[in-house]
Structures are given as structure tokens and as C-alpha cells.
Nanobody, 127 residues
Framework: QLSLVESGGGSVQPGGSLRLSCSTSGSIGDYYGVGWFRQAPGKEREGIAC????????YYSASVQGRFMISRDRIKNTLELEMDNLSPEDTGVYYC????????????????????WGKGTTVTVSS
């Protein structure tokens, strides 16, 4: 049974950096798509950094563009999220996700049709 488990969350001051990791019982390189989602207090869960397999450029939401970077570490078999220049608006629960199956209709965006989710890790940015 496939699973995803996030780690690396915690508290950080504005302007600081944090690195999240997501381990899996499967192979991170075999998933058709991978991504990080965030649910800020009082808001819907949103895809902030996602990438489909096959040499496609990653997607980043406007709020994290230039500050966050998603990557697959095939040596450690993990999905990583580097977060720099954090602000209080980045506070929320961060989830890693994967698209583990082929989608017949096709995928219109890198964050679409995720079917495997972690339980989330909390990131708090405050003074």
C-alpha cells in the first residue's frame, strides 16, 4: 500500500527558510505527478508547487514563485520543498501529494488528479 509522510515543519521567523521532505513507501520517480499543497487558515487547500513527469517545467503558484522550489531526490527517495524568504502569509498546513495512476482524459495542469496524500505538516511563520 502506497503512502506519503511529510516532515520538516515547524516555526520560523519572517525572512527565514525551511525545507520540507516527503518520504514514500513507493518510488518517488515512478509517480506521474508530484506536488505540494498548502491550506492556510480559513482558506481552501491550494496547489503551490507541482510537477508532472516527462521533463515538464514545475508549476508554482504566484504567491510562492521565486521563493519555493520543488524537487525529487531519487537517492533519498523523497520529494523536497525548499522554502526561502518566508512570510506570515506562508503559515498553514503543507501536504505532499502524488498522481500514481494514468489519467485517461489527460492532465491539464501539474497539480491535477492527485490521488495519494500525506497527512500534512504545519508551518508557522511569525515574529
Amino acid at each position: 500500500q502506497l503512502s506519503l509522510v511529510e516532515s520538516g515543519g515547524g516555526s520560523v521567523q519572517p525572512g527565514g527558510s525551511l525545507r520540507l521532505s516527503c518520504s514514500t513507501s513507493g518510488s518517488i520517480g515512478d509517480y506521474y505527478g508530484v506536488g505540494w499543497f498548502r491550506q492556510a487558515p480559513g482558506k481552501e487547500r491550494e496547489g503551490i508547487a507541482c510537477q508532472s513527469s516527462g521533463g515538464y517545467d514545475p508549476y508554482y503558484s504566484a504567491s510562492v514563485q521565486g521563493r519555493f522550489m520543488i524537487s525529487r531526490d531519487r537517492i533519498k527517495n523523497t520529494l523536497e520543498l525548499e522554502m526561502d524568504n518566508l512570510s506570515p502569509e506562508d503559515t498553514g498546513v503543507y501536504y505532499c501529494a502524488a498522481r500514481t495512476r494514468t489519467v485517461v482524459v489527460g492532465v491539464s495542469s501539474a497539480c491535477a488528479y492527485m490521488d495519494l496524500w500525506g497527512k500534512g505538516t504545519t508551518v508557522t511563520v511569525s515574529s
